[in-house]
Every structure is written in structure tokens, then in C-alpha cells.
């Protein structure tokens, strides 16, 4: 799924013609649905539509033959955010869809952009078949898991022997020494509950995981407050498996000290 950017080749018949040199922007793969216009929803109010070859076929739009650069935040946000809704659009009306990378693009050589588009969509035919009847009625779901350290070392503390026994000794020490055993304790209870972070994460993946088709660990965000994410996910979910991810996210919620977020469905991103 390449970009190419060579742009001023020679066809057989001679100099690439001006509508030859246009570039094709290419924002997902979906089954062959026939040919379809989906509208000026394209990067900068291109006109979005399908190229069928096949059995698959290629939503994209006109481009120069070029990636789009910027050094506008705003701009390039503004493309970027125009990409994914395409892949959204096209998503929803073809249930399944392959996105791909934002500046994607097929540009003429020898031959016309839309020709080396088709040559591409028969080379790969195989792979892209393979990989849209794999996500065929599964969507994309975003799973995050936060939890309040406080509350969770404050069980810690009532529960573990170690730290109880730390916390009887510090009432019988000098005032020195009874610093030094807040700081050994407090060392403690800390470990003890990266331990314990460690401990829950390695379950509730487990637990996840018999929900879903296929899971991939994303890093944690930062969150404002005292709470700190303990699980960022990105789950393939099929469609009839989506009520028992929400049920163990449910069970997870009520825990204390721990909360859940579900975001989805989305197309799958995360697993082309």
C-alpha cells in the first residue's frame, strides 16, 4: 500500500497528457459495490469516488501527484481529519473497509495514475481480499481502564502483612528513626501496588481478550486528576460479540476505585 510520486513519465504514445499527471488519493479499499460518488468530502473539497476492478474497489480522489505537506498544524489537521472522515463515509455504506495511511497515492508513470491504480488493486488482489473478508462485520473499538492508586493502596494497606507490620513498628521508634520507617513504608506500599497494577492488568486482558476477535495494547494516556489509566486497547470486535465486551467492561466498572471508557464502533485502523 505505497506512495509513489513520480509524476512526469511518457506514455507509449507520447507525453503524458495534463489529466494523466493528476494523482489518485487513495483512502481505503472496499468490496466492489459498483461505481459510486460520495461527494466533495475529500482533502480541500475533492469529489470522493470509486475505482472498481476486480471485485474490489478503491475510494479515493483526485491529487496532484505529490503528498500533501504543510507546516499549518491547522492545515494539516483539517487533511488528516478529511482522510478519516472519507474512511468513515465509505465505512458506513460498505459495512467493511481497508483504511489506509494518510498520503496514499498513485501517480502516473509510462502509464495514467488510474492505470497504475487498477495494476496495483490486481497485484494485490489476493492480500486485500484476504484481509476485507478477515474484518468482514467487526469494527474497531477503543477500551481504556483507569483506576485511583489512593484507593487501591488504602486496600493494600488494610490487607497486607508487611505494611501493617511497618506500621506497627513506626509508633515504637524515635522520631528519627520513625521517619526513616515512613519512608521504608512508604517505598513499600508503593511497590505493592505496581505489583498489584501489574497483577490487574494481566487479568483484565485475559478477560478482555475472550471478548474480542483481536486486541492490540496501545501506551496509556495522561488524564487529569488523581486517577491513571491502567489499560489503553484497541479491540476487533464482531458485531455479536459486542454485548459481552460491554458486560465485562460493566463488571470492571464495579470495582472500586476503577472505571471503564468505551469508544466505537470505528473502522479498523489499527488492524489493516
Not at 472498481?52 to 491529487?63: E, F, I, K, R
Amino acid at each position: 500500500m505505497g506512495q509513489s510520486n513520480e509524476g512526469q513519465g511518457q506514455s507509449r504514445a507520447g507525453t503524458v497528457t495534463a489529466s494523466e499527471q493528476v494523482g489518485r488519493y487513495v483512502c481505503c479499499i472496499a468490496p466492489a459495490g459498483g461505481e459510486a460518488n460520495l461527494g466533495a468530502i475529500g482533502i480541500e473539497g475533492h469529489e470522493v469516488y470509486t475505482v472498481v476492478h476486480n471485485g474490489l474497489c478503491a475510494v479515493v480522489h483526485d491529487c496532484p501527484a505529490e503528498p500533501y505537506q504543510s507546516d499549518d498544524v491547522e492545515v494539516t489537521t483539517a487533511w488528516v481529519l478529511a482522510h478519516h472522515g472519507v474512511v468513515d463515509a465509505a465505512w458506513r455504506r460498505w459495512g467493511t473497509v481497508l483504511p489506509l495511511t494518510f498520503n496514499t497515492i498513485i501517480a502516473a508513470t509510462e502509464k495514467s495514475a488510474e492505470e497504475n491504480l487498477a495494476a496495483w488493486l490486481e497485484a494485490e488482489y489476493e492480500s486485500l481480499k484476504g484481509r476485507l473478508d478477515a474484518l468482514a462485520g467487526k469494527a474497531e473499538y477503543g477500551v481504556q481502564v483507569t483506576w485511583d492508586p489512593a484507593i487501591v493502596a488504602r486496600k493494600i494497606a488494610e490487607t497486607s502483612p508487611e505494611i501493617k507490620k511497618l506500621e506497627a513498628e513506626i509508633g515504637s521508634q524515635p522520631r528519627g528513626l520513625a521517619y526513616m520507617y515512613r519512608q521504608k513504608l512508604e517505598r513499600s506500599l508503593r511497590k505493592e501496588t505496581e505489583a498489584k497494577g501489574a497483577e490487574e492488568f494481566k487479568d483484565l486482558y485475559s478477560r478482555i481478550s475472550r471478548c474480542v476477535d483481536n486486541i492490540h495494547v496501545e501506551k496509556p494516556k495522561e488524564i487529569e486528576g488523581e486517577r491513571q489509566m491502567l489499560m489503553n486497547l484497541s479491540c476487533l470486535v464482531s458485531k455479536e460479540r459486542c454485548p459481552g465486551l460491554e458486560a465485562e467492561l460493566n463488571k470492571v466498572s464495579e470495582m472500586e476505585g476503577y472505571s471503564t471508557r468505551l469508544v466505537g464502533p470505528l473502522p479498523p485502523y489499527s488492524f489493516c
